[in-house]
C-alpha cells in the first residue's frame, strides 16, 4: 500500500478532497493495490480512517456528499488538528448510512 500525500494543488481535479485534507489537517490518503484509497495514517490504520476506502472519483463525490461532516469534525477538533499530533478518531458516519 502506497500513501498520497497531502496535495494542495489537487483541487483542479478534486477539489472535494483537497478540502477534506485541509478539514483533517493534512491527512493523506492511502491507496491500495486495486486502486482504491482513503483517507487514514499508516501508523494508526485500520484502527483510525477518516473515509471508506473507494476510487478516487468515487472518494471526490464521497467528499462532496459529505463536507458538512468533515467540516464539523474540524470544528470540534480544531485545537488537535492545530498542534499537529496524533488526530482524534472520526465518527464512521459511512457505516452507518450504508446499513
Partial sequence: MDTVF???DG???????TAVEG????????????GTMQFAENDTYPEIIF???????????FCQSNMDRYEAYFEVNFEAIDEGGDL?????FWEVQSQ
Fill in 11 to 17: 483541487s483542479e481535479n478534486y477539489p472535494a478532497i
Fill in 88 to 92: 482524534p478518531p472520526i465518527e464512521r
Fill in 51 to 61: 473515509s471508506p476506502r473507494l476510487t478516487e472519483p468515487e472518494l471526490e463525490a
Fill in 23 to 34: 478539514l483533517l489537517g493534512g491527512v493523506g490518503r492511502l491507496v491500495f493495490p486495486d
Fill in 6 to 8: 497531502f496535495d494542495p
